[in-house]
Structure formats: C-alpha cells, structure tokens
C-alpha cells in the first residue's frame, strides 16, 4: 500500500478497514462532489479511486 497525500484518501482507508461504510460513502461523495465542480484537480479523485482498489473493506484497524 502506497503514502497517500490527500487527507480525506487517509480517512476513507482508516475507514475502510474498520468497515464504516457511513464515513466511506461520506468522504467518496464528497470527493466526487469537489471533482465534479472543478475544485480539483483530479489527483484526490484519482487517489481515492487507487484506494478502493488496495484496501479491503473489514481488513482491520488503521
């Protein structure tokens, strides 16, 4: 698993390995929201989506 930059992708990971479905489609919304009114640049968006894509959702503690 990689360092990530972006505090909201090191909240969703702690999330998602304490299974908090509520805080991951929190911060996934509100990622999305940012990036769909162009208050981003992409790259937290892109992070995110690499998270969800190494971190297994139950697999322990942050």
């Known amino acids: 698993m990689s360092e990530y930059k972006h ?3 090191r909240e969703y990971v702690k999330a998602k390995k304490n299974a908090d479905r509520a805080t991951t489609d ?3 919304a509100e990622v999305t929201a940012r990036f769909d009114t162009r208050t981003t640049d ?3 968006a ?3 989506f690499n998270a969800s ?3 297994k959702f139950g697999e322990g503690g942050a």
């Open 53 to 55: 894509m190494e971190v």
């Open 7 to 9: 505090a909201s992708v």
């Open 46 to 48: 892109r992070e995110l």
């Open 42 to 44: 992409g790259t937290e």
């Open 26 to 28: 929190r911060i996934v």
